[in-house]
């Protein structure tokens, strides 16, 4: 293979789903993003605050399209082999920011989040650390064909959880959020680099864009 047909490095979108400037949330992500950098790979940082957009409304999407906070998010999930979102959990839940914006992409074709890889991750300062919220978040973008990552990581305690330099105080905690995001970014590259896939298990079914799928089945 000529040198100028290598692949680049792997691209990752990585974003804090708070709004709140100094969220743990957002201060997970900015770990998380150093993590990815740190194997080699390219990191988008973004803040939740790069795609404002109104409440989703079918009447507003029918006049006016869609908006440019929505859009500015298709660019960037299609610009890149796989995301990350570090979220809080509201009532159990996940924040309704994050998920009207999922609201407003997922009316984009082709869908941009239909084959991506996701890693979730979250803190809290409550003792399970927003788990609950990524399991709510995972149901959204499964059925919208995401492949989300099995293993999730949450952050407890998280008001007393980071070091001065942005680490985790914890060294165990450290290294398990490494080792994470490390096995993620394998199956990424191992997914992107070498593809031997041709039909694939797509939930969601309101976009017809690839050709050759079997329903529901996965080789």
């Not at 809080?88 to 407003?104: C, F």
């Not at 803190?123 to 709510?136: D, E």
């Not at 305690?157 to 394998?186: H, I, K, N, W």
Request: with cysteine.
């Amino acid at each position: 293979m000529p040198a100028d047909a290598l692949p680049g490095p792997l691209r990752v979108l990585v974003f804090g789903a708070a709004l709140r400037a100094d969220s743990t949330n957002v201060r997970l992500a900015a770990l998380v993003a150093q993590l990815v950098s740190d194997t080699g790979a390219t990191v988008d940082l973004a803040a939740m605050r790069d795609f404002d957009m109104p409440l989703y409304d079918g009447d507003m999407e029918v006049t006016k399209g869609l908006p440019q906070g929505a859009l500015a998010l298709r660019d960037r999930l299609e610009q890149s082999d796989a995301f990350v979102i570090s979220s809080p959990e509201y009532n159990a839940s996940v924040p309704g920011v994050l998920k009207n914006a999922i609201d407003w992409v997922s009316r984009v074709r082709p869908q941009p989040f239909k084959t991506k890889h996701a890693l979730l991750v979250s803190a809290s300062p409550s003792l399970i650390g927003g788990n609950r919220g990524l399991w709510t978040l995972r149901i959204p973008l499964e059925h919208l064909g995401t492949r989300v990552y099995p293993d999730m990581f949450s952050l407890a305690d998280s008001y007393q959880a980071f070091a001065e330099d942005g680490t985790l105080a914890d060294p165990g905690l450290q290294q398990r959020l490494t080792d994470t995001v490390s096995a993620f970014l394998s199956l990424v590259e191992a997914d992107v680099r070498y593809v031997c896939l041709e039909r694939r298990w797509y939930e969601f079914l309101g976009d017809r864009t690839e050709a050759a799928i079997t329903q529901r089945a996965e080789d």
